[in-house]
């Protein structure tokens, strides 16, 4: 699977779209880009996934660029319950597994 | 749905010691998982199941066992526990569609210390 690199931390005002980015320039054509988060403590939540078109969900959106060496995660109004770790993992359809690097820590400030 | 249920939230064993992790899913996925998660890290994949009865190695499998005779359940093993195994070990499950493998859910959580 496809390495990925986020930056490590990031700040947004509550009310304001988050764009959390995430380079995947190894990606491969049958990969798909997921995003889960963490929120302090519990078990990581799928937030979306995407091959190449953009994706939209009741959580967020997902943006991949047309070389597909990059997306952006994008929640559109930001609130405080959204702190948390975002994690861009690159998996293929069949591939079993999941690799976790070390995420964005998103803070969603008042 | 309850989803995916660990047992217990928290244990504090001593070295040597040994103990078994919980591990339960009601939405009748097939794929189960275990990870573990040290402090600032990422999660490491310790050990992954297709199915009942066949399971296989993840990332650091070393120290662990598990088994998978159900469906439902996928216990965790530590058999003489060392203070590296000190972590939060989270279960997860997917299921499959043709050979694509879905999301994973993920349990709440143990938090494990060895002293």
């Known amino acids: 699977d496809a390495k990925t690199t986020q930056p490590t931390s990031m700040d947004c005002a509550e009310g304001r779209a988050a764009n959390l980015p995430c380079n995947h320039s190894?990606?491969?054509?049958?990969?798909?880009v997921y995003w889960y988060r963490q929120i302090h403590s519990q078990g990581p939540q799928y937030i979306i996934h995407g091959l190449k078109n953009n994706e939209t969900n009741e959580m967020a959106s997902l943006i991949i660029t047309e070389d597909r060496k990059s997306s952006t995660l994008i929640l559109p109004h930001a609130t405080l319950r959204d702190t948390a770790v975002y994690y861009c993992?690159?998996?293929?359809?069949?591939?079993?597994?999941?690799?976790f690097g070390k995420g964005t820590k998103l803070t969603v400030n008042p | 749905n309850a989803g995916v249920t660990q047992t217990p939230k928290f244990r504090i064993l001593k070295i040597g010691q040994s103990m078994t992790l919980q591990c339960a899913q009601d939405?009748?996925?097939?794929?189960m998982y275990w990870y573990r998660q040290d402090p600032g890290m990422g999660l490491k994949l310790i050990y992954y199941s297709v199915g009942a009865g066949i399971t296989d190695k993840g990332e650091v499998p070393n120290g662990y066992n598990v088994s998978r005779s159900t469906t439902e359940d996928f216990p965790l093993r530590l058999e003489l526990a060392a203070p590296s195994q000190t972590s939060v070990y989270f279960c997860a499950s997917s299921s499959t569609g043709g050979r694509f493998v879905y999301e994973q859910y993920f349990g709440p959580g143990t938090r494990l210390t060895v002293t």
């Open positions: 993992i690159v998996r293929g359809g069949r591939s079993e597994k999941l690799v």
């Open positions: 939405m009748n996925h097939n794929y």
């Open positions: 190894t990606i491969s054509g049958n990969e798909y």
